[in-house]
């Protein structure tokens, strides 16, 4: 059977008294959607009351209060509270008056698709864009600021302030995830250190007057951190009221992974007030003396006994209490100021408002106007004061009306301030008096209180930054939204005129870039060419010094082998003997007979006795060594350099007479 998602938050709603419908999906999203689960998880410990639920039981009474609106019931409890089986069980959720529940909410099916896994995240339709990064980054750890989304059927990017109900999106989604591959590595490292480090908390609990000092391990959820400061204030974690946290920060999310500092300061209190109506003094029967007597019979004794009860959601509006301010007085910092401002809105007036800012005016101005003509939008400054009658009116009936909160946020960027405290009224107009001009810083100086609230429409031209209308806060819902769409109207033509003159402008400039760059490149050429011609020529002169040189070698190489072979001829010429005359014995002498390269012959006589070496000698001295020529005796053939030079001639059987040839190797 498939699970009502929509029912089972208004439930949990009705059962819990969590009107934040981000939260109380938080809750149901820990418990898998189990609506039991889920109300055990929220209520605090030993005390499993449910604020706003109807319960039909023996136990509980419920008194008609004739002081409250129709519809209305305040519980005491006369004998122990049951506990949360025994509070589900007389009356089913479907029992319970879809009237009195809040208005539905739509849940949206987000695919995330990152490389080939599949994410399904579920958001209310009133979060943001940013929401949706949150939830990323608790089910898959990847950082909000390294996210980038894709495949949204829009005709731009959304922005992280954008409400997801303003882009009439269908429940069924897809979207693609992308990260920086080059910064993967080095934000998971940040976030491992960041785990390790210890987190020392200065928590102000605002309802005792009690500053505690707390450290946490960066690997605390907040929700953990909530839980402990509920058993050391004794304020249950749905009754606890935070300033300080990050904006789109969840209850999940560890302190490693939520942005804040090492030491951090933070304010607590609690919503839900103790009352104790005064007992009715009646007569008692029988007797002179009158004793307080509750509506229920009970005497003052049992009413004390039974004053702690807590007051249930639906009374809180009933109970006149001065609102808190929308911002701080004299908070230095303009971005923490206007996150402040922001929460307190919303804390005051509900969820449905439109986004404001998070950051300074200048930031908001940069974000708005500080923009190509294309990507420029309307900065919208609220001004508010709550010194002034018109301030809770315009807040609660046209600011916060469903269709000029996401006509604003659609097309706006707006920037809140608060002008209630002094000290912020003259931070407001030195920051006016460095963005516009003269006549606007003294307009806003003049303006009375009770011409506020104010919202001032600026935009950017020629350079310049313009006030293009004041809309003042008496309006109703039509006139502003006539003002606001008159406000566009004049923004669009003036965006279309700077649109065409950008467009000209950057045609002006890429011609000219264009021209610098094909002028570079023939610059380049030229020098290119003028690099090549005087490398070859540097190519071609070291080559020719390198010829030089080793012709000079050569040439020094081959006189100096000429002298070498010249010393030589001359030192075996010395010891060469004689040659032997013919009148000598016949057998004693023998005739060489040498057939020469070039073709000619040569004849000499030689002892027979006399070792080869004579023989090589004599060559050596007529220009033929051994090592460059080779003897060859005719029959057999063979090479005479290569037997051993000490054998006689007659031993080599050279005698009476041989032909040798000489045949250079």
Known sequence: MSINREEILADFQACTG???????????EDANWDLSDAVYRVLPQGSQELPSMPILDDSIQVIEEPSLPPGF?????????????????????????????????????????????????????????????????SELGIPVCKQELSGWKLDRQPRDTTVLESLNLPKENTLYLSVNADERDAATEESVARMTQTYRL????????????INFPGTKTLLEVKRDVSDLTGIPVRNQSWTGWPPLITDDLVLGASGINLMHDLTVKELVKEI???????PVPGGSNSEPVSDDGSTADEYEDASD???????????????????PEGIEDETMAAIHFAEGFEQRYGPCHPTFFSGSLDDAMKEACHQPARDRKLLAVYLHHDGSVSSNVFCTQVLCSESIASFLSANFIIWGWDLTATSNRLRLLNTIARHFDSLA????????VDKLPLLLIVTRSRATNEVLAMIPGSLNVDEMMTQLLHAAEMFSEQQRVEIAEEDERSARETVKREQDEAYQLSLEADRAKEELKRQGEAVKQRQEEEQRVKEEQEKRLIEFTQQQKEM????????????????QSAGNITCIRFRLPEGKTSTRRFRADEPLQVLLDYLLVEGYPHNDFKVLSSWPRKDLTAVDSTETLRQLKLVPQETLIIEER
């Open 276 to 282: 104790n109506r005064p007992p009715e003094v009646v």
């Open 568 to 583: 030589r001829r001359l030192e075996v010429l010395k010891r060469l003997p004689a040659e032997p005359s013919a009148d």
């Open 18 to 28: 969590i009107e934040d419908v981000g939260e109380a999906f938080m809750h149901l």
């Open 309 to 327: 009860v807590v007051m249930e959601d639906e009374f809180r509006e009933l109970i006149p209490s001065r609102p808190q301010p929308l911002m």
């Open 202 to 213: 200065s928590i102000f609990d605002i309802t005792h007057n009690q500053t505690h000092t």
């Open 73 to 137: 019931h305040s519980t005491r409890h006369l004998s122990s509270p049951p506990n949360l089986a025994q509070l589900l069980q007389p009356v089913p959720l479907a029992s319970i008056s879809r009237e009195s529940l809040p208005r539905r909410t739509r849940i949206l099916n987000f695919s995330i698709v990152l490389n080939d896994t599949t994410t399904l995240i579920l958001v209310p339709e009133t979060q943001t864009v940013g929401m949706i990064k949150t939830l990323i980054c």
């Open 441 to 448: 810083s003294r307009t806003l100086r003049n303006f009375e």
